[in-house]
């Protein structure tokens, strides 16, 4: 899996685990094969009063993102006849072939995990007080 953080200078949230094809980040659980698709997928994960789930809502700060690149499909050959030749008037001893595209198992080492900075707490507070002394002002 390929780790990245947005901004490398700062902590970024650590919790987190992979086994197999399961990623754990903060207590919630992501299949990423199950996860894949025809088109690249990202999950996004945030927290909310230290608590871990998928999206975000607005008291919700970053926590991570998690990029599953496209299915890859390979050709693969298979004998008798293609599906579309069900039923066709081939009477020949010889077994026909064709080419299949069949999904290759997800490779982990190409999923990306892009981990958000950790928010400093009282900085927030100070942005909430500076706030509140605004609005007092402004009256």
């Not at 987190?16 to 997928?41: M, N, P």
Request: net charge negative.
């Amino acid at each position: 899996m390929i780790v990245e953080k947005v901004d490398p200078a700062r902590d970024s949230f650590s919790n987190f685990s992979l086994e197999e094809k399961i990623l754990t980040i903060g207590g919630v659980a992501i299949d990423l094969e199950a996860e894949e698709g025809d088109q690249e997928k990202i999950i996004t994960l945030g927290s909310c009063n230290g608590m871990v789930h998928r999206g975000l809502m607005p008291c919700c700060i970053y926590v991570a993102d998690v990029i599953i690149p496209p299915r890859k499909y390979e050709p693969v050959e298979v004998e008798g006849p293609a599906s579309s030749n069900a039923g066709g008037g081939n009477s020949d001893e010889e077994q026909e072939t064709h080419i299949e595209m069949v999904p290759v198992p997800l490779n982990t080492d190409i999923v990306t995990l892009r981990l958000w900075p950790l928010e400093d707490v009282p900085q927030v507070e100070g942005n909430h007080m500076a706030i509140e002394e605004e609005n007092h002002v402004a009256e």
